[in-house]
């Protein structure tokens, strides 16, 4: 079984790669505009991000923003 530490850095690590996907690989103008509004802004810190990860709720509503975003892609 996981610890809440292990969680929380394995959602770390969800939300990192998903705000990469969106600003290396996306690269659209219109969706990144998206994501820094109701996901994850530019150039947060590994503090913010935990913040993230520890709130049960920020982090469906991310992921569901992420899923809502690729379905386009």
Known sequence: MMTKSEIYTLRMNILGGMDAYIRDVIGDDEVTEIWN?????DGI?????L?????DEAFKQICYLFGTLMVGY
């Open 37 to 41: 509004d109701d996901g994850i802004e």
């Open 51 to 55: 913040d993230y990860a520890r709130d």
């Open 45 to 49: 810190d590994e503090d913010v991000l």
